[in-house]
């Protein structure tokens, strides 16, 4: 037992400091890209030709964007790129409210704006989700289970995933909804109490990623269940568990401004955000 005290005492707490400090990301992490139209040579279309997802568009022109609800963030256009004008960055904050505010220009952010103010009055302190893997590889559905554990513990904020939609103030979709998995999606939407918000988790629940234009998919959640617009969309292939806390504490107006904390730059203040 003492012993057992000592480790505990000698490994100390284990969360990160996000948010109220940095967190820490592997070397290999890719965030934002920041795009610089301005290097963008006239008719060159490199990064466009090996983009698996058609993620790139303008590619040529000064209006050279990427869509980073279909981006697996590979990092294949920055080195086809002959001018430099893509680089990913370290930028975690990926999330939005609307689908036309994933698609990435220049290297400003657009951060997701929080709920009305009753919504977060609901939800703001008692969050519960139910999440449905709707096809995929269960890539994204590793990260998500990585926000509940010892080092994210999205549960120190009241976030939790439940078993069951009864229990749910929203639904988490991954996966681009397999005809296979559409009934259940529905079913499970419609068994989740109003109010409810519906949250896209990576490429293939955003646009269908890797598997878009398959006969047997719906490319994503947009659309899969009548009527439901997605509250929430958070890109990636998959998603860094930072990213994922950050949209959903953005959402729920936990998180507001525009700090970017990481270890190793410290925190950078005062980026300007559309
Ligand atoms: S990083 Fe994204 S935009 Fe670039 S090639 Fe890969 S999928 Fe396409
Ligand atoms: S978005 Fe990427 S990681 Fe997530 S389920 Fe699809 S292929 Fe897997």
Redesign the pocket.
């Known amino acids: 037992m003492i012993s057992i005290l000592r480790t505990r005492l000698r490994l100390g707490s284990q969360t990160i400091a996000y948010p109220d400090g940095p967190a820490r990301f592997p070397e290999r992490f890719r965030g934002r890209p920041a795009l610089d139209a301005a290097r963008c040579k006239a008719g060159c279309a490199e990064c466009a030709a090996v983009c698996p997802t058609e993620a790139v568009g303008g590619a040529g022109t000064s209006d050279l964007s990427i869509d980073l609800g279909r981006c ?1 963030f590979c990092g294949l256009c920055q080195e086809a790129c002959p001018e430099g004008a893509i680089a990913f960055g370290r930028d975690y904050r990926l999330a939005a409210r609307t689908r036309e505010e994933l698609v990435a220009r220049g290297d400003v952010p657009l951060l997701a704006q929080a709920l009305g103010a009753e919504m977060q009055r609901v939800f703001g302190r008692s969050l519960k989700l139910r999440q449905v893997s709707a ?7 590793a ?1 998500l289970n990585a926000t509940g554990n010892v080092q994210f513990d999205l549960g120190r904020f009241g976030v939790q995933f439940v078993a069951s939609p009864r229990h749910a103030d929203g639904v988490v979709v ?3 909804v397999s005809e296979n998995m559409l009934t259940g999606l529905r079913k499970t939407w419609e068994a989740t109490p109003a109010p409810r918000l519906l949250i896209a ?5 955003i646009s269908g ?3 878009a234009g398959s006969p047997v998919c719906r490319d994503g959640a947009v659309g899969a269940i009548d009527g439901v617009p997605v509250d929430l969309f958070i890109p ?3 998603p860094h568990p930072v990213t994922i806390l950050d949209g959903l504490l953005r959402l729920l107006g936990r998180v507001q401004g525009n700090d970017l904390r990481l270890t190793g730059t410290g925190i950078v203040a005062a980026e300007p955000a559309r």
Do not use: K, Q, R
Not at 135 to 141: F, P, Y
């Open positions: 697996l096809a995929g590889c269960n890539g994204c559905e990260e991954t996966g681009p988790v990576g490429a293939c629940a990623g890797p598997f990636g292939c998959p």
